[in-house]
């Protein structure tokens, strides 16, 4: 198994910027795509972005492109999300997620972490 712990989470206004980052050990050949997901209060958990194990592809939900950047570090079996421009829609809980390839990352992970709320005041 994969154990994936995220940090960087809180409170923060409109308009103004947090890293998200999340550390992966144990069975870390199963972190190949990693990811980020999360869930509003009253919704669905949402795809946020992703981003291969060279860091060469990333893919971004509608919503975030321009505004989010993932990236990753190998060396440290990290993954960062970097929001900027942050709206109150962006409040959440995000999840760190990973998977052996792109389209089970973007759709049904197989590891998650526990979550980091991150909530934008106005």
């Known amino acids: 198994q994969v154990q994936l712990v995220e940090s960087g989470g809180g409170v923060v206004q409109t308009g103004g910027s947090l890293r998200l980052s999340c550390v992966a050990s144990?069975?870390?050949?199963?972190?190949?795509?990693m990811g980020w997901f999360r869930q509003s209060p009253g919704k669905e958990r949402e795809f946020v972005a992703s981003?291969?194990?060279?860091?060469?592809?990333?893919y971004y939900a509608d919503s975030v492109k321009g505004r989010f950047t993932i990236s990753r570090d190998k060396s440290k079996n990290t993954v960062y999300l970097q929001m900027n421009s942050l709206k109150r829609d962006d409040t959440a809980v995000y999840y760190c997620?990973?998977?052996?390839?792109?389209?089970?990352?973007?759709?049904?992970?197989?590891?998650w972490g526990q979550g980091t709320q991150v909530t934008v005041s106005s």
């Open positions: 997620v990973s998977g052996q390839t792109t389209e089970v990352v973007r759709t049904t992970p197989g590891s």
């Open positions: 144990g069975r870390t050949f199963s972190t190949y795509i």
């Open positions: 981003i291969s194990w060279s860091g060469s592809y990333t």
